[in-house]
């Protein structure tokens, strides 16, 4: 073979991984998803063929003519950085911020923390009547319904009790007042962010008060906030385990159920009352544990709707080898990730693709915002863990249907 053919063969993959990326760009993600790349010449040598045909990606891509993009990935089985793109930049993560909450969780609660609601007496139960007050302890629990209500509710009939004497109280000390996190939009539609919860609504005291009455329960006080006081005695507990919250919050991307993750977190301190700051102490203490410096991140909520979130796709890998270097966050975060072509918000990307069911990660987006971070197995068994993330973005379905070409490569090659 001369040498002037086996060049062209050589250099054949990456003018036709360039033509797809040139005319998929303008195309929607679900048109983008059928596109494949040339399987026709023989792949060229691994990791330099990803690498090549990740530069001819970048160089053509229309998207990054308009919108910011820092990119990382890296060989977790080799232990080294594969590539690269101003992954230093600080930008706006969207959801990809509930992976830093989940790894930061699993880190510093563990696989067995439990978010509980707790309800407490005070007083003496005197014939059936309690004269005393009842305490509702939240725990910022975003799954607690009906149906723990109607437990709390027979709990007390088991002691007897069809009168209360006294208050209907909620602890709600576990974090500050602040219903809403900082930086989020006005005219979103945002939850609440209380402790106490019912079917995902700040009703609790006015629910509980009516399932006591249906319940025959007369109640001659009335409803008030305050901290439980030492005396009180445990009625009953109600609670949901930590990957029951992780699923729901990183396969739906579930913003409530991030920011109930976020402060615990918060409460880990051991402070009342804890704040958004002190959950961000927390995760600034992981950022360093990582070898990477705090100060140069901001961390406002734990869902990613903040405008004030700012991260790197460097920090983000940084977090993903470190949950990977551990068994117990990695066994619990892995199976909450969204599988592209099969569940969660991955479950129409990638189909049709060697990232389908393979690419397990999180999805961001907000408004000029769109990103993209988990593992993918390349071709070779080799592990990647990678983030994309993508700033001043027009139209959110090419930010995806880069990231889908990348997810791609990192599959095929």
Request: net charge neutral; hydrophobic share 45%.
């Given at each position: 073979m001369s040498r002037l053919l086996f060049f062209i063969l050589l250099l054949f993959p990456f003018s036709a991984v360039a033509q797809d990326v040139e005319a998929s760009d303008s195309l929607d993600i679900e048109e983008?998803?059928?596109?494949?790349?040339?399987?026709?010449?023989?792949?060229?040598?691994?990791?330099?063929?990803?690498?090549?045909?990740?530069?001819?990606?970048?160089?053509?891509?229309?998207?990054?003519?308009?919108?910011?993009?820092?990119?990382?990935?890296?060989?977790?089985?080799?232990?080294?950085?594969?590539?690269a793109v101003n992954d230093r930049y600080t930008m706006r993560p969207a959801s990809v911020m509930k992976l830093v909450t989940a790894i930061t969780a699993l880190d510093k609660l563990g696989e067995s923390y439990r978010f509980t609601t707790r309800l407490y007496y005070d007083g003496e139960i005197v014939d059936s009547t309690l004269v005393g007050d009842i305490y509702c302890v939240g725990g910022f629990d975003p799954r607690f319904n009906s149906d723990d209500m109607r437990a709390f509710v027979e709990e007390i009939k088991e002691l007897g009790i069809d009168t209360i004497d006294g208050r209907i109280v909620a602890d709600v000390s576990m974090k500050d007042s602040k219903e809403y996190g900082e930086g989020w939009c006005w005219d979103d539609d945002n939850a609440v962010l209380s402790p106490l919860l019912i079917s995902r609504k700040d009703e609790?005291?006015?629910?509980?008060?009516?399932?006591?009455?249906?319940?025959?329960?007369?109640?001659?006080?009335?409803?008030?906030?305050?901290?439980?006081?030492?005396?009180?005695?445990?009625i009953s507990s109600r609670y949901h385990s930590i990957d029951q919250i992780l699923y729901q919050m990183m396969k739906e991307s579930d913003n409530l159920y991030a920011e109930s993750m976020f402060y615990q977190i918060a409460a880990s301190t051991g402070k009342r009352y804890a704040t958004?700051?002190?959950?961000?102490?927390?995760?600034r203490q992981l950022i360093q544990k990582v070898g990477l410096d705090p100060q140069t991140y901001r961390i406002a909520d734990g869902s990613g709707l903040?405008?004030?979130?700012?991260?790197?796709?460097?920090?983000?890998?940084?977090?993903?080898?470190?949950?990977?270097?551990?068994?117990?966050i990695y066994q619990n975060l892995l199976p909450t990730l969204p599988v592209a072509g099969v569940d969660g918000t991955l479950k129409s990307r990638m189909n049709g693709t060697k990232a389908a069911g393979n690419v397990y990660a999180k999805t961001g987006t907000v408004s000029g915002v769109s990103s993209l971070a988990g593992y993918v197995t390349s071709f070779n068994g080799h592990e990647l863990c990678f983030a994309i993330i993508l700033n001043g973005l027009m139209k959110g379905s090419r930010g995806r249907a880069l990231q889908n070409r990348i997810?791609?490569?990192m599959a095929e090659k």
């Open positions: 983008y998803d059928t596109l494949a790349v040339d399987s026709i010449a023989p792949p060229l040598p691994w990791p330099e063929s990803l690498q090549a045909a990740l530069d001819s990606v970048m160089a053509h891509s229309r998207v990054l003519k308009t919108a910011q993009l820092g990119l990382a990935i890296y060989d977790l089985t080799a232990d080294s950085m594969l590539y609790f005291l006015s629910r509980f008060v009516s399932a006591l009455s249906d319940a025959g329960i007369y109640l001659k006080g009335y409803t008030s906030k305050a901290t439980v006081p030492a005396t009180a005695r445990c958004a700051k002190d959950a961000a102490t927390v995760i903040s405008l004030y979130n700012y991260v790197s796709a460097e920090l983000i890998v940084r977090l993903l080898r470190y949950a990977y270097g551990n068994s117990n997810c791609t490569l």
